[in-house]
């Protein structure tokens, strides 16, 4: 056998190599994460629910997921196990010690914040509600309307046709 004939299993077998080792690796730091949950810890579940540990048992754990609500979780559901900085912000809206108020956006609740106010006298003008305008006839036109204003030709109405 050649030795070029043999390079591309070569190469397939160290990626496969390489991608099996990367992936035992990421199973081991996650065991390690969720062996480090005690009771109190914020974690977060693969299914993006924010919880805190009270119980943890050999495949379990009991989460409390709102003032007095238990469930019960497998610890291979358990996608993250957060500091406590990081979900007091997340859960309660904390934003730490350091963090100035003036370094964050203010965002109003509603958009009426966003738009100058109107004075008395303006608001025919700002609404564009002027005399000198004439406003387009947005209805909708039936057939009697058509019959009315005499649009009817060879009395058939548009959109029939002569086909069979």
Known sequence: MDILTLLPFIVLIGAMFLMTRSAKKKQQQAAEMRNQMQPGTGVRTIGGMYATVKEVGDDTVLLEVA???HAV???NAIGAV???DEY???VHGDTGADAGDGDLPVVPDDASSLV???DAGDT???SGDTDDTAKPDLTK???ADDTARGDVKDGKTDGEGDAK
Request: charged share 30%; no cysteine; proline share 14%.
């Open 67 to 69: 003032p007095g609500v």
């Open 73 to 75: 979780y497998a610890k």
């Open 82 to 84: 957060l500091d406590d």
């Open 88 to 90: 007091n912000r997340i």
């Open 116 to 118: 100058p106010p109107a």
């Open 124 to 126: 025919a003008a700002a």
């Open 141 to 143: 036109k039936t057939d």
